[in-house]
């Protein structure tokens, strides 16, 4: 995003933090939960050692740019397991025991399609006829916004769109950040988070107006590697998707939430080092995100010409409800969907700021971070920061 304004004047954190108007802080709403009801059969058939299927239920609702089942019972023998897929079986994920939670209760993860195939595989034994074993689905989650191309709200870009895909700058490290979906009070809802380096493995930070207790994080679904595989492209990448786990802490007037990911993530996918570091104006900042829930891109430019950087243009100020001089302000681009993702340090690669506000100030064109020296602080021993 270019302003001209904002590029040639610097303004004191106390000055901008009266001239501020409400900032922009909310997740996208990009589907709606809807009653369905299905079940396996309370004396479902034995199968064989090739786990033939011997249930299913195809779920079609029209018109739905992704759907995810919510089972409200789920109970399965050892070798026996659920499949939910698209017809194409482009998505296809596997369930066994009790779930994803071990609750019996778990939402799957998505099927970008307008038909999801939900399958048992069924073994030779044990007894089948058991009635503590089976599953049974109570709803739906019908997506209605595209998360792929289509932008969900734009109106934090200003003037030109600075922002590359993220291969395009395959020399900053992009691999922690994830595509999150959840779901929330009847919804589904999209965010950024990113894996980040604390005393529990598989940490990952993002947004409290995104995620802010158990039972959103336990609806989780973290997507790597959403993105394009050459820069311009038009192929996508192999993407690998992990569970929420433990919900840990989270903070309203600092706006995050840290909570871990099933799985061993950062085995893969690395972690980032936060950093306890004052944040200056001007110094350079790289803003990796999933804008709309869309492909993963990144802010390095300010302007589609690729002349202006990306960087810092206040620090320690004020915005909406956050805490007192927590924030941090720049013209690089974003849209709802990239709350919740990491603002790095250009010069270090150690993370800054936690993106979270669009449109702050008089000028709708500035967005905005809590300060991650506030965050580390907060945190305490959750989150290990560096001090550089």
Request: glycine share 12%; charged share 15%; hydrophobic share 35%.
């Amino acid at each position: 995003m270019t302003h001209d304004r904002l590029a040639v004047c610097v303004f004191a954190a106390a000055s901008l933090a009266a001239a501020a108007v409400p900032a922009s802080a909310e997740a996208v709403r990009v589907g709606e939960e809807r009653d369905y009801a299905a079940a396996s059969p309370a004396q479902y058939p034995a199968g064989d050692a090739d786990r033939a299927v011997t249930w299913s239920d195809t779920i079609v609702s029209p018109g739905a740019t992704f759907l995810r089942v919510h089972f409200s019972r789920f109970n399965l023998p050892e070798g026996d397991f659920i499949s939910v897929s698209s017809p194409d079986g482009s998505d296809y994920w596997t369930y066994t025991a009790q779930g994803l939670n071990g609750t019996g209760e778990f939402w799957s993860f998505a099927v970008e399609a307008e038909t999801a195939v939900v399958a048992l595989h069924s073994g030779p034994g044990p007894a089948k006829g058991s009635a503590r074993y089976g599953v049974e689905i109570d709803r739906i989650a019908h997506g209605f916004a595209d998360l792929g191309e289509a932008p969900v709200e734009p109106e934090v870009v200003c003037g030109t769109d600075g922002r590359e895909d993220a291969v395009c700058h395959s020399d900053v490290n992009q691999r922690p950040v994830a595509r999150l979906s959840f779901q929330s009070g009847g919804g589904s809802f999209v965010c950024t988070g990113w894996l980040v380096r604390g005393s529990n493995t598989n940490t990952i930070l993002t947004n409290n107006h995104c995620v802010d207790n158990q039972t959103e994080v336990s609806t989780v679904q973290a997507r790597f590697n959403y993105q394009r595989t050459t820069c311009g492209g038009s192929s996508t990448a192999g993407t690998t998707s992990y569970a929420g786990g433990t919900f840990l802490r989270t903070h309203s007037g600092l706006d995050y939430t840290i909570f871990t990911l099933q799985g061993s993530p950062e085995a893969t996918w690395g972690e980032y080092v936060p950093t306890s570091k004052q944040p200056t104006v001007g110094m350079s900042i790289n803003f990796p995100q999933h804008p709309g829930g869309g492909l993963k891109r990144i802010g390095f430019w300010a302007n589609s010409g690729h002349t202006t950087r990306c960087t810092a243009s206040v620090v320690n100020a004020t915005y909406g409800g956050s805490t007192s001089g927590s924030q941090m302000a720049y013209g690089c681009d974003s849209e709802g969907g990239s709350s919740g993702s990491p603002i790095m340090d250009g010069g270090t690669g150690r993370i800054i700021g936690l993106h979270h506000f669009g449109g702050v100030t008089n000028s709708p064109c500035r967005n905005a971070a809590t300060q991650m020296r506030q965050i580390c602080s907060n945190a305490g021993s959750l989150l290990t920061c560096a001090t550089n």
